[in-house]
Structures are given as C-alpha cells and as structure tokens.
C-alpha cells in the first residue's frame, strides 16, 4: 500500500508539489521518490509489504516504462508462471508493468487484487491509469486547463489547488453519509471510478457487475473460493493480523487465517468484547482489546476529519483509527470482513423490503437506508437512477454491491493507512462477486440473512456467533455529543453536521 501522486503536463509555476506528496507519508513511510520530465511529474509514498528490498523502490523503471502504484496484484507469482515473465525482483509491482507491456489494458482482466497504478512511457508520450474492479484502493482527480493531478487522498489535491465546497457534495454526505458516483465535496476534484482506465485522457469502463439471474453456486466451490481468497491474502513479506468483532465475518476470515493476532475495539459501557473472546476462543490468537472513551474519541475525529480534509463516514471509522494504531505496533497487514453483508444480504429489513416490492419507493428506502433524518428525495432519486435489473430486489442489490460498498472501502483505507496498515478484504475478490452477484434472495436468505455462509461454516464456527445479529464497532452517539448544542433529531444527525462543521466552519 502506498500513497500515489502525479502531475500530467505540470505548470512550470506549479509550487509545493513535494509537501503535497508528503502529506500522503503515512500511507508509505519506507521510502519517497519521484521523477519528472518536461511531460509529467510522478511522486511515490511506499509501505514495503512484498519485496522488501530497495530494487522495488518506486518509481519503477523497466525498459522505457515508469510506474507508480498502490496496492496487491495477489496472483503475481500465477501471472509469472503462466505468462512465462522474467522478473528482476521478487514483487508485484514489476509483475503490473511487464503484464502491461505484453497485453496493454487487457492485462487488467488478469488481476486478482486491490490496485491504482499510472504507467508512463516517455518515448511515446503515453500515460495509462487505472483502479481495481470494485474501487478498493483510491483515486481522485482534477483537470486544471491541460494539467491533470492524481492523488491517494484529496488532502494533496487541495495542497497543489484550491477548491470551493460542491453543494451537491455535501447534500449527498448528509443524506448518505458518503459521497456518490464521481462526487466529492469539492467542486473540481472527482474521484477516479472503480473498474475504469484512463489511457491518454480518455476513460474506458474495463469491468462491471453482471446481475442477470444466476443459478445457485455449488456449497462445496463456494467454500473452496472463500478459502483461496483468504490464502491469497495471506502473501506478504511482513506481519498479517485480522480484526475480530466476533461477528460472522470477521470470524470466519480469523478462523481461516489463524493468525498470531486478532483485534477488536469499543467503549467501556458499549463493546462486543464478550461475542470477540467466544470468536476466539479456539483460535490460537494473542486477542488484543482496545477501550477509547468518549473525549479521545471526539479529539480523534477532529483530528480525522483536519487531516484529510473531508468527512468521516459512520462513527466507528474512528474506532477503526484507533484500533488500528495498536495494530501497527505487531502487523502492517490487516484482514477485515468489507463485503460480506453486501454480497450475502446481512442488511435483513432493507433486503426483505426489496423482495417484496414491486415499484421503487423513494420514501421506503429513505426510511430503511438513509441516514439524515432530513428530506432530500434528489439525492435519493440521483444515487438509484440507472440502477440495472429488472426487480427491486435486483436493483436494490445492485446498490449495496458496488455503491454502499464504496463508502465502507473509503473508510476503511482512510482509518488503516493513517497508521501505515493494509487493509485486505477477501470478500471483495471480484470472483466472489461475480459468482454471488445476481443469485436470488431466496438463496441468499433461504432462513435467514447470510444463509450459505452459515451452512458453510456452522461446524468450525460458534451457534451463539451464527445466530446473534449484525452490530459491527458500536459507538454510544447520544453520550457522546450530549454537550454538543446540535438541534433534536437523531444522534446520527448530530455525527453529520459535527463532521461538516469541522471542514466548512
């Protein structure tokens, strides 16, 4: 994991651009380099997790070609084997180029793996962008004129240009607690869309999900895939830990890493530590336990919010922050369960709400979804037009797999890189995706929510884990803003409005 940075046809008055890309030196302490020439500017910030040696340093230079990237292509070693690649280093970032080098973007049909990369190559004058299928690591943008800026975190964008607020931005934050399709909360700087590349300014989309009726997947692959998702995972050159709620999710991921550490988070008076130490129980884990109160919390996210220059998401991405600091202290890689609820229907109300509709209802998905407490039926109506799908089941389900996904990624890269931790998400491996994507409700929530993963699992995993419900990092909200002078309304109300007023006022 790392923090990219990159200037296409920079200014020559363009100043600051170095403490723009240390801004992002949390996201890759081990080392900073950079390279410019007449056509471009490129800065990387790297977190050394594969191939801990200098070679792969980056910028990355082979045979004309530079790239900077951040991210984990986990089936390097498969693509060197069975594209007969002769690699100089042992990681994945040379892997990227030379695939490039002999397919172009097709090479990007071949990944398994979180990534944004910028490849550039002097002699032809050509620059190739590109992110991961469904948006798992970052990338923002802003065309200034003829100049493009790409960074990691927005907070460099702004260093390097100044923007205003984008109303439309900040209506869907307090609606939505994210922001949506390409929207930030500036006016000029966009975000970098999921399963897209971008060679010589123009974007082309390279994946998407395919929601047509699917047939039921077979229990014993479905295993066999959950399993080698996580195997994956385990590639690393550094230390690999696993948050542990004692949820389901998180369970099964500890349960199939077994790693030497687990970590979980809360408050004193609100917590899930007793459901975490039945999870680990039979795990032979050191189970590491972080209480915050509520002042460090709310010190925390000021912090947060000051430091990024945008809002936080739900409250327990501060949780998130303050766990994972305790978990850099043992591992700079982290497993955590993103994904699950959204492929395997963990949302019950919203999800059997969506089955049994027949028209879209604005005002019933406000009601199950939203989390403002205020009317803006635009935003809604924005965030589910050209939804694909022929039901409301389809197209609702469409929605939590590839948009509310994208605010649960945003948090979860933002809370662990501020610590210098990876964060990796085996249920977002695009071929479970893409084999779950599209199967019927029934199936998925056959007796209840996550049915196969229970069937799957109900032999290794804790009863009591099996059937409790979602929680998920509680956070007391209510306590915490009691002497904040908010108006009445819900306390996530409260959480949104503390948040903009940190950056608007």
Request: hydrophobic content about 35%; charged content about 25%.
């Amino acid at each position: 994991m790392c923090g990219l940075l990159c200037i296409v046809k920079p200014s020559p008055k363009r100043k600051n651009i170095k403490k723009a890309l240390l801004l992002m030196q949390h996201r890759g302490p081990d080392y900073t380099g950079e390279y410019t020439d007449e056509n471009i500017y490129l800065g990387h910030n790297r977190l050394s997790i594969i191939d801990l040696n200098d070679r792969s340093n980056q910028p990355y230079y082979h045979n004309g070609y530079r790239i900077i990237y951040n991210g984990e292509i986990y089936n390097y070693k498969e693509l060197i084997a069975e594209h007969n690649l002769k690699p100089s280093t042992k990681s994945d970032t040379e892997v990227i180029l030379l695939m490039y080098m002999k397919y172009g973007s097709k090479c990007l049909n071949f990944f398994n793996g979180m990534f944004t990369f910028i490849i550039y190559n002097k002699e032809k004058n050509q620059i190739f962008v590109a992110r991961d299928r469904l948006g798992i690591k970052p990338l923002y943008y802003k065309t200034i004129g003829e100049e493009i800026i790409f960074a990691s975190e927005i907070s460099s964008i702004l260093q390097l240009s100044p923007d205003e607020f984008d109303e439309f931005g900040i209506r869907q934050y307090r609606k939505l607690r994210m922001t949506l399709d390409g929207y930030t909360l500036y006016k000029g700087i966009k975000v970098f869309k999921p399963g897209h590349y971008m060679l010589n300014s123009q974007f082309i989309r390279y994946w998407s999900l395919k929601i047509d009726r699917k047939p039921e997947p077979d229990l014993d692959h479905l295993f066999w895939l959950i399993n080698d998702s996580v195997n994956l995972r385990k590639r690393s050159d550094v230390p690999i830990g696993s948050y542990l709620s004692g949820g389901l999710d998180s369970t099964i991921l500890s349960y199939i890493l077994k790693p030497n550490f687990t970590w979980t988070v809360g408050f004193k008076e609100m917590n899930e530590f007793y459901w975490s130490d039945l999870a680990n129980k039979n795990l032979n884990s050191e189970h590491k336990k972080i209480i915050i109160d509520e002042n460090t919390f709310i010190d925390t996210a000021k912090w947060m919010i000051n430091k990024r220059k945008e809002p936080l998401s739900v409250p327990n991405e501060v949780l998130i922050y303050l766990m994972t600091r305790h978990v850099k202290k043992e591992n700079t890689v982290i497993l955590s369960g993103e994904g699950a609820d959204e492929l395997f229907l963990g949302y019950d109300r919203i999800f059997r709400w969506a089955n049994e509709s027949k028209n879209l209802s604005l005002a019933e998905f406000d009601s199950k979804y939203a989390y403002g407490s205020h009317k803006d039926d635009e935003v809604l109506d924005f965030a589910l037009s050209g939804l694909p799908g022929k039901t409301v089941f389809d197209k609702i389900s469409y929605f939590f797999q590839i948009k509310h996904l994208q605010g649960l990624l945003r948090r979860l890269d933002n809370s662990t890189m501020l610590c210098s931790v990876e964060a990796r998400v085996p249920f977002v491996d695009h071929r479970l995706v893409e084999l779950i994507g599209g199967t019927s409700f029934e199936w998925r929530m056959k007796n209840s929510v996550k049915d196969p993963l229970k069937k799957l699992f109900y032999k290794i995993i804790p009863d009591e884990i099996i059937q409790r419900e979602k929680v998920g990092f509680p956070v007391p909200l209510d306590l915490i803003f009691k002497n904040y002078n908010y108006k009445k309304g819900k306390p996530m109300d409260a959480w949104l409005e503390f948040n903009l007023n940190q950056l608007i006022d």
